[in-house]
């Protein structure tokens, strides 16, 4: 059977083809960059004032001069003054342009004012301090922020200082997500003895929306004719498909089938792993369908460790490596595969991150899921994980 590692390259090998958009700046939150941010002129683009101050020459204070008559004031946003007479001093406020003949700037707590006469009265005074020079940070042309960043408020106040009121950003796929089975009834329905309500597809909805995707929420009954209907028409409204339930061994599994007959390559079926096993992965040349085990937790580790870095590498996101924690007791798992362990996480004053096991009753059981921070990859070559190994984690 499939391993994990191989399961994952495959998905990686058919990732969707998204264009680039233009949006608002103030829409960019969350979506990731096309086009890097590059400096439309130097940061800072002036001299400018660090500190509310005044501003002398220093061969002034070198010649022993401490006292300096104020004869005027350089404000921000005012076009640059000129210290006339190298012997007094402009007051200074931060983030004005540095005036001509200033080339150090003394802060008011480091001066007594009285009768327009500033004081200094501090010793230790260096040449051109607090004056933030020209080109500094950055000069003009320099890269910013670069393709494939996820815009965050840093970036975006970037942007925003070199006039990009629209940026390039991938454009965000079109995701149906759909459950299927006949003992499902919607979040507002009451459930017959026999019946649940279905929490897959929101739980795959709330995930997506972490990637600013929003997705539209779908339902189809186990009947192969249904089944079929109603898929060849979401293939045709959407980029990907993402499904829930369907895909194992019962007699009203129809998903596989149904695919097949609709055209969808299958890239593989099952993955030597626990929980998710029976996941199937499926590409036209356009689209991509992921069809997902049922079983909650199942759906919950295949969104982790496939689907959503599927869609971050799709936005053209670099695939993050995985953070790692020690197990904090031994754990026996006998079947020679995957075995995903829902882990709860606590910091240690050593510096090290404990992973608590947390393996509950089952994948039905998605109630443990609360109390778990992540899924703990143990590899299938093995079945003794000792405590203080560390492996790595996936999700939430
Ligand atoms: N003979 C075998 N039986 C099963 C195997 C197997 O290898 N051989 N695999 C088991 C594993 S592992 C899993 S996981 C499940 C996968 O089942 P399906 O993908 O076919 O899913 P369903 O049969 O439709 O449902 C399974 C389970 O999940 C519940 N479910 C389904 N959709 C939702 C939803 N949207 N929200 C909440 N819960 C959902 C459903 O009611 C079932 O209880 O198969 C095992 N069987
Ligand atoms: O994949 Mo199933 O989730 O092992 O129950
Ligand atoms: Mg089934």
Same mark, same amino acid.
């Given at each position: 059977?499939?391993?994990?590692?191989?399961?994952?390259?495959?998905?990686?090998? /058919?990732?969707?083809?998204?264009?680039?958009?233009?949006?608002?700046?103030?829409?960019?939150?969350?979506?990731?960059?096309?086009?890097?941010?590059?400096?439309?002129?130097? =940061?800072?683009?002036?001299?400018? $004032?660090?500190?509310?101050?005044?501003?002398?020459?220093?061969?002034?204070?070198?010649?022993?001069?401490?006292?300096?008559?104020?004869?005027?004031?350089?404000?921000?946003?005012?076009?640059?003054?000129?210290?006339?007479?190298?012997?007094?001093?402009?007051?200074?406020?931060?983030?004005?342009?540095?005036?001509?003949?200033? +080339?150090?700037?003394?802060?008011?707590?480091?001066?007594?004012?009285?009768?327009?006469?500033?004081?200094?009265? $501090?010793n230790?005074?260096?040449?051109?301090? /607090?004056i933030?020079?020209?080109?500094?940070?950055?000069q003009?042309? +320099?890269?910013?922020?670069?393709?494939?960043?996820?815009?965050?408020?840093?970036?975006?106040?970037?942007?925003?200082?070199?006039?990009? #009121?629209?940026?390039?950003?991938?454009? &965000?796929?079109?995701?149906?997500? $759909?459950?299927?089975? +006949?003992e499902?009834? *919607?979040?507002?329905?009451?459930?017959?003895?026999?019946?649940?309500?279905?929490?897959?597809?929101?739980?795959?909805?709330?995930?997506?929306?972490?990637?600013?995707?929003?997705?539209?929420?779908? /339902?189809?009954?186990?009947?192969?004719?249904?089944?079929? *209907?109603?898929?060849?028409?979401?293939?045709?409204?959407?980029?990907?498909?993402?499904?829930?339930?369907?895909?194992? #061994?019962?007699?009203?599994? =129809? @998903?596989?089938?149904?695919?097949?007959?609709?055209?969808v390559?299958k890239? =593989? /079926?099952?993955? #030597?792993?626990?929980?998710?096993?029976?996941?199937?992965?499926?590409?036209?040349?356009?689209?991509?369908?992921?069809? &997902?085990?049922?079983?909650? @937790?199942s759906?919950?580790?295949?969104?982790y460790?496939? @689907?959503?870095?599927?869609?971050?590498?799709?936005?053209?996101?670099?695939?993050?490596?995985?953070?790692?924690?020690?197990?904090?007791?031994p754990?026996?798992?006998?079947?020679?595969?995957?075995? =995903?362990?829902?882990?709860? &996480?606590?910091?240690?004053? %050593?510096?090290?991150?404990?992973?608590?096991?947390?393996?509950?009753?089952?994948?039905? %059981?998605?109630?443990?899921? &609360?109390?778990?921070?992540?899924?703990?990859?143990?590899?299938? %070559?093995?079945?003794?994980?000792?405590?203080?190994?560390?492996?790595?984690?996936?999700g939430?």
């Amino acid at each position: 059977m499939l391993s994990v590692a191989d399961a994952f390259v495959i998905t990686q090998q /058919h990732l969707l083809t998204l264009p680039a958009e233009s949006i608002p700046v103030t829409e960019a939150t969350g979506r990731v960059l096309r086009e890097a941010i590059r400096a439309d002129r130097d =940061f800072p683009p002036f001299d400018r $004032i660090a500190m509310d101050g005044i501003g002398i020459s220093f061969s002034a204070y070198a010649s022993g001069q401490r006292t300096f008559s104020i004869i005027g004031r350089q404000f921000a946003g005012q076009p640059q003054q000129t210290l006339t007479d190298p012997t007094a001093c402009l007051e200074v406020m931060t983030g004005a342009m540095l005036p001509l003949g200033v +080339d150090t700037v003394i802060r008011y707590e480091d001066v007594t004012i009285a009768d327009g006469q500033a004081t200094i009265t $501090i010793n230790d005074i260096e040449q051109g301090q /607090h004056i933030h020079r020209c080109a500094t940070d950055r000069q003009a042309g +320099d890269e910013l922020v670069r393709e494939g960043m996820l815009l965050g408020p840093s970036a975006v106040a970037v942007a925003t200082s070199v006039g990009q #009121a629209m940026l390039s950003v991938t454009a &965000l796929p079109r995701v149906a997500l $759909i459950s299927t089975g +006949d003992e499902l009834v *919607d979040v507002d329905e009451t459930p017959l003895p026999y019946q649940i309500r279905r929490s897959n597809t929101y739980m795959l909805r709330a995930a997506l929306l972490s990637l600013g995707i929003t997705a539209t929420l779908h /339902h189809i009954i186990d009947d192969e004719e249904v089944l079929a *209907d109603n898929l060849a028409k979401l293939m045709a409204e959407n980029d990907l498909l993402i499904l829930s339930g369907g895909v194992s #061994a019962g007699k009203a599994d =129809f @998903v596989p089938a149904v695919l097949a007959q609709l055209g969808v390559q299958k890239q =593989f /079926h099952q993955i #030597a792993q626990r929980p998710g096993k029976p996941l199937w992965f499926g590409t036209t040349s356009q689209k991509t369908v992921f069809a &997902l085990p049922g079983n909650p @937790v199942s759906t919950v580790l295949c969104a982790y460790r496939y @689907v959503m870095p599927y869609l971050r590498a799709s936005l053209g996101l670099a695939i993050a490596a995985p953070q790692y924690a020690q197990l904090a007791k031994p754990i026996t798992f006998r079947p020679e595969i995957t075995y =995903f362990l829902p882990v709860r &996480l606590t910091s240690e004053p %050593d510096g090290r991150t404990l992973a608590h096991p947390l393996p509950g009753s089952g994948s039905a %059981d998605f109630a443990n899921l &609360l109390d778990a921070d992540a899924f703990m990859e143990l590899p299938a %070559d093995r079945s003794e994980f000792g405590a203080g190994e560390a492996f790595p984690l996936w999700g939430k």
